[in-house]
T-cell receptor
């Protein structure tokens, strides 16, 4: 059974600090990973995907993938109150994405 | 980017009626569309996967006769909640995956969701 584990939180981070969100996954063969953000009452939106080991940066967001440890993370620099949301990681299963339960992030002004 | 629309965004209906929700991929062809349900403060729950031109695959515990899915074209899938009851009140979200060969491969793009309230 392919699975993704995420700490449900909430994770509370002061404004301006770095928020670090983590996922571990079970399928050693997984090649790609996705981070989605979901605001309360809204649908998830894709914010980043990563295919290779190492870091991928996009603005204030950095995704990190460590295939040997089966670990993927998302760093948010200079956290803003507008970053407060639930962050979901996912990887492709046989025919659908395998989702983590999501981590609720709260940025405190 | 890839855009997925849903209609209606919000619906209120009486118990026993049927409600149809449309999901459209606006700027890409979707080989596969997914239907999710999300109750307040809970995770996404996959209900079914639909491939264009074939029957939907339902997740365990989801009644296929109650949640009818039709994926008639590469850009449209519909979910019909038949004989809706108050316990069916939820946030229904569709997503779509582009046809292989186009960009963004396995990425799922989500519609804005439909909030259903059954009285």
């Amino acid at each position: 059974q392919k699975e993704v584990e995420q700490n449900s939180g909430p994770l509370s981070v002061p404004e301006g600090a770095i928020a670090s969100l983590n996922c571990t996954y079970s399928d050693r063969g997984s090649q790609s990973f996705f981070w989605y953000r979901q605001y309360s009452g809204k649908s998830p939106e894709l914010i980043m995907f990563i295919y290779s080991n190492g870091d991928k940066e996009d603005g204030r967001f950095t995704a990190q993938l460590n295939k040997a440890s089966q670990y993927v993370s998302l760093l948010i620099r200079d956290s803003q109150p507008s970053d407060s949301a639930t962050y979901l990681c996912a990887f492709p299963g046989d025919y659908q994405l395998i989702w983590g339960a999501g981590t609720k992030l709260i940025i405190k002004p | 980017g890839a855009v997925v629309s849903q209609h209606p965004s919000r619906v209120i209906c009486k118990s026993g009626t049927s409600v149809k929700i449309e999901c459209r991929s606006l700027d890409f062809q979707a080989t596969t569309m997914f239907w999710y349900r999300q109750f307040p403060k809970q995770s996404l729950m996959l209900m079914a996967t639909s491939n264009e031109g074939s029957k939907a695959t339902y997740e365990q515990g989801v009644e296929k006769d109650k949640f009818l899915i039709n994926h008639a074209s590469l850009t449209l899938s519909t979910l019909t909640v038949t004989s809706a009851h108050p316990e069916d009140s939820s946030f229904y979200i569709c997503s779509a995956t582009p046809r292989r060969g186009q960009s963004f491969q396995e990425t799922q793009y989500f519609g804005p969701g439909t909030r259903l309230l059954v009285l």
